[in-house]
């Protein structure tokens, strides 16, 4: 089977490469993570004009109404520049997850307000930490299989540490009520919840991939300029091996990735097989770019100085959230009643 995007789908992830390029370089990523700033404006403006925030969100309520298909490609370049801000947890996971309740519009302003950007949210599976919270004006929290919409200002935020503090974490205490609940079908909860987390899964894949590349792409770069003895490092067949197995687990990881994507859009009968799966290739092709990129780089890779921290950090975060291997190889095994 043979899974090509249209033009257009790849000329929107182009633009959205070169934008981020402009608005998230690794100078702003840094000033953000040493920063009490729970925003990049600038940046948030820019998906705001571009249509990312409104992607997967209805024309009915201003969106796009474009495919996961679509999504994953824009996934993919907010892992490969490190995108701090939560687009994923707002545009992939929030937005469809709210609209799904809208049943009688009640919603629709909240929507319309996040898909241009004037209103954020952020979601989590009970139990999680909630990605970006600080930045959100309303929060999704699953509680006793039942959905309930949070105003942040009736919380209780506290900031959690991480390996990539770029990714702001944050454990959350609050209170239920009668006036929170969005959705009290527990039987379509329990189907949301499930929904959110393959969701999640394949857009958080696609992020691991375009981290991957990042750093093999910057990897590459440097052995070809770091001599040694008078010749390249890159020359030597060790490092060339490092970088070619890195490479053969991004390109084994990518399809399954973008044919997740098409599975989530076809409500596949193979969804939560090709999710896992997606995940688990994903978070191993990460891990090995990180491991050879601070190998071949060597002692330089750990300072703050130097931009491969970014995309070190933000692997190794990717790679362990929504399931990590360990994880996913148990859920394949379900899948497949092992």
Not at 163 to 175: H, K
Not at 233 to 244: D, E, R, S, T, Y
Request: glycine residues 6%; proline residues 2%.
């Amino acid at each position: 089977m043979k899974f090509s995007f249209e033009e257009d789908q790849l000329l929107f992830a182009e633009a959205t490469r070169e934008m981020l390029k402009k608005d998230c370089s690794p100078e702003a990523i840094n000033d953000y993570a040493e920063s009490d700033s729970a925003t990049m404006p600038d940046l948030w403006s820019s998906f705001s004009s571009m249509g990312v925030l409104g992607m997967a969100a209805s024309e009915a309520v201003g969106g796009l109404e474009m495919s996961d298909q679509d999504f994953v490609l824009i996934m993919e370049e907010l892992g490969r520049a490190a995108c701090p801000e939560p687009v994923m947890e707002h545009a992939a996971l929030s937005i469809p997850l709210m609209e799904e309740c809208n049943n009688e519009n009640q919603y629709t302003s909240i929507l319309e307000s996040a898909i241009n950007g004037k209103q954020r949210l952020s979601v989590a599976l009970e139990g999680q930490y909630v990605v970006g919270a600080d930045s959100a004006d309303y929060l999704l929290l699953f509680r006793d299989s039942l959905l309930h919409l949070v105003d942040k200002e009736s919380v209780d935020l506290n900031r959690q540490t991480s390996v990539d503090p770029s990714r702001r974490l944050f454990s959350v205490n609050w209170d239920t009520s009668a006036n929170t609940v969005i959705e009290g079908d527990s039987d379509k909860v329990r189907s949301l919840i499930e929904n959110t987390k393959l969701r999640a899964e394949v857009a958080t894949a696609a992020q691991c991939v375009g981290v991957a590349q990042q750093l093999l792409d910057m990897t590459v770069q440097y052995v070809q300029e770091r001599k040694q003895f008078g010749k390249p490092v890159g020359v030597n067949q060790a490092i060339k091996h490092h970088l070619a197995d890195t490479g053969k687990a991004i390109e084994f990881a990518r399809p399954m990735v973008y044919r997740a994507a098409w599975s989530l859009d076809k409500d596949d009968a193979e969804i939560e097989l090709a999710a896992h799966m997606a995940k688990l290739l994903a978070s191993k092709a990460v891990d090995l770019a990180c491991e050879t990129s601070l190998q071949c780089h060597g002692a330089i890779a750990y300072t703050l100085e130097y931009d491969l921290q970014i995309w070190l950090k933000r692997g190794l975060t990717l790679s362990s959230s929504w399931g990590d291997i360990y994880r996913q190889r148990e859920r394949i095994a379900d899948c497949l009643g092992l």
